[in-house]
């Protein structure tokens, strides 16, 4: 090259990278073609000035400082710098500066950069789509959560039945038993009115009857009896609620009732409810839908779970249900809480997005939700006012498309 010093002109000039050059009093030497492209400015306008006034545009360039510290000396590498163009707008770099070392020392420096907005953007692309990632694994794990608790509700449902059955059927009997003992009890009081008042037998039968206080155990018995087969009845309920809601022998799209789903899910939510609002049913006639059944009950456990959280006291929860023309169902979930901010309104959806302080939400719960219905084919919209509560509208269609309704579905 020393010998050569045309064909070191002519490289310097032409090469892809941006090339510019300063003297040991920070004046510009040379610039090429492509650093005048980038820096936004003609070399014959800023050779001979300052390069923090031109082309560096001290003191937004945090590489200037640095330059003027060390690169007079050394040669200085970096991977990421930002430099300023002559219109204010930046551009990320990767560059090796290095000194220009004559006879008499050091008389400047020189530097080679390139522009790596490229990749900047490649960068930028892979976190979002490594966060896209994390979240499909977030919402599958998710999944596999909601599949395990219904495998697990399903489980206790049959462990549950086969004790209630048997509970159930004693109690049965012994009411039909409680009916022949009455019997036998009616007939002893037929007999005992039959002897003389002031016999002894008749005196000590009757102190028997007042000391033991049967009179009263006649009542109670039958009302004891009554109490504990509700009480049976209603566990029944709720284990058929729980296979209901859980659904793990059908993951395939099954023509299904949406309102004994709902139903199923009012009942296994209950307890998370009656002591925050009152659930006020509205239903309309709906025809079977196709549908994985389980999925939506998850989605309606969801809503009705957030509208109790969204209620501070105690209010009320409207669950409504209704068609639009034949071909369309849609359920309303709305309560009378807190409302949603407007600036909070477009990213509900959004996986891991939640209002809810630190540990109270995952902000999946309404994503996994949004999913469900999208694979539905159906849409969720809400609308939401501050101090006056928020109404989810979810609209599914009665059928689905021949190619979804042909074969199984698990949760994405």
């Known amino acids: 090259m020393e010998e050569h010093p045309a064909l070191l002109a002519s490289l310097a000039r032409h090469m892809a990278e941006g090339v510019f050059a300063i003297d040991d009093s920070g004046r510009v030497l040379f610039m090429n073609a492509e650093a005048e492209r980038l820096f936004g400015v003609a070399a014959a306008d800023v050779v001979g000035r300052p390069a923090q006034e031109t082309i560096l545009h001290a003191p937004r360039c945090s590489f200037t400082a640095w330059a003027d510290r060390q690169c007079m000396q050394q040669v200085c590498r970096r991977e990421d710098e930002t430099f300023v163009r002559a219109d204010g707008s930046t551009f990320p770099v990767a560059f090796v500066t290095a000194p220009i070392r004559e006879d008499e020392g050091v008389s400047g420096s020189v530097t080679v950069f390139h522009d790596i907005t490229y990749f900047k953007a490649n960068e930028e692309e892979q976190r979002v789509l490594i966060d896209k990632l994390g979240q499909t694994q977030a919402q599958l794990l998710q999944s596999e959560k909601m ?3 219904g495998q697990l509700a399903a489980g206790v449902a049959h462990e549950i039945n086969n004790p209630v059955g048997y509970v159930s059927s004693n109690l049965t009997t012994l009411r039909n038993y409680l009916a022949d003992l009455d019997e036998v009890l009616d007939g002893y009081d037929a007999i005992r009115e039959a002897l003389p008042a002031d016999s002894a037998a008749r005196t000590k039968l009757e102190q028997l009857l007042q000391h033991k206080e049967i009179a009263f155990v006649r009542r109670d018995m039958h009302d004891l009896v009554n109490e504990s087969l509700e009480g049976v009845g209603r566990v029944q309920q709720i284990v058929q609620d729980l296979k209901d809601f859980s659904h793990v022998d059908s993951q395939e799209w099954t023509w299904s009732d949406l309102q004994r789903g709902l139903d199923s899910t009012l009942n296994i939510v209950r307890n998370e409810l009656k002591y925050k609002a009152e659930v006020i049913k509205e239903y309309g006639e709906l025809p079977p839908i196709e549908s994985l059944a389980s999925q ?3 989605v309606f456990m969801n809503l009705l779970v957030n509208a109790a959280h969204a209620i501070t006291e105690h209010g009320k929860i409207y669950v409504r249900t209704g ?4 071909q369309q169902v849609w359920v309303e979930i709305a309560d ?3 409302g949603i901010a407007q600036e ?3 990213r509900i959806f959004d996986p891991f997005f939640t209002t809810k302080s630190v540990g109270k939400g995952t902000g999946l719960g309404l994503s996994l939700a949004y999913s469900i219905i999208q694979k539905h084919h159906g849409s969720i919209k809400v609308s939401s006012e501050i101090g006056k509560g928020s109404v989810f ?3 599914l269609p009665v059928s689905q498309p021949e190619p979804m ?8």
């Not at 068609?323 to 034949?326: I, L, V």
């Not at 309704?405 to 994405?412: D, I, M, S, V």
């Open 323 to 326: 068609c639009e023309g034949t």
């Open 336 to 338: 009378t809480g807190c």
């Open 344 to 346: 909070n309104l477009a």
């Open 405 to 412: 309704a042909e074969k199984p579905h698990n949760y994405e």
């Open 393 to 395: 509208r979810i609209l």
């Open 147 to 149: 599949a395990s608790i």
């Open 296 to 298: 939506l009950n998850q």
